[in-house]
C-alpha cells in the first residue's frame, strides 16, 4: 500500500486528493490511503473470510421464490362505450 495522502473534509466526510491549501484549512484533515478507502487495504485472508459468509446465506429450508401474479386490466364499461363511439362495427 502506498502513503499517498488525502484531504478529508470534517463536516461532511468528503474526500480529495492531497493539496496543501486545503490541508492547513481548519475544517479539513489529513488522511492516507488506508483510512480515505479502507475496501483497498482488504488483505486476501479478509476477502476469502467475507465470500465464505456470503456465499453461505441460510434460507432454513424455506423456498423465497414467488411468483408475482400479473394485475388484470379494467376497463371501465362506459369508458370503453365513450371511446369506440364513432367507430365502425
Not at 473534509?9 to 490541508?23: H, L
Not at 467475507?50 to 379494467?74: C, F, H, M, Q
Request: net charge negative.
Amino acid at each position: 500500500m502506498s502513503n499517498k495522502l488525502y484531504i478529508r473534509v470534517k463536516s461532511d466526510g468528503f474526500i480529495y486528493g492531497y493539496n496543501e491549501r486545503m490541508a492547513v484549512h481548519p475544517e479539513c484533515e489529513v488522511i492516507t490511503e488506508a483510512q480515505a478507502y479502507p475496501e483497498r487495504s482488504i488483505t486476501p485472508k479478509v476477502a476469502d473470510t467475507i465470500k465464505a459468509k456470503r456465499s453461505r446465506k441460510e434460507t432454513n429450508g424455506l423456498d423465497l421464490s414467488t411468483d408475482i401474479p400479473v394485475e388484470p386490466v379494467y376497463t371501465d364499461p362506459e369508458l370503453a362505450v365513450e371511446a369506440k363511439r364513432g367507430w365502425p362495427e
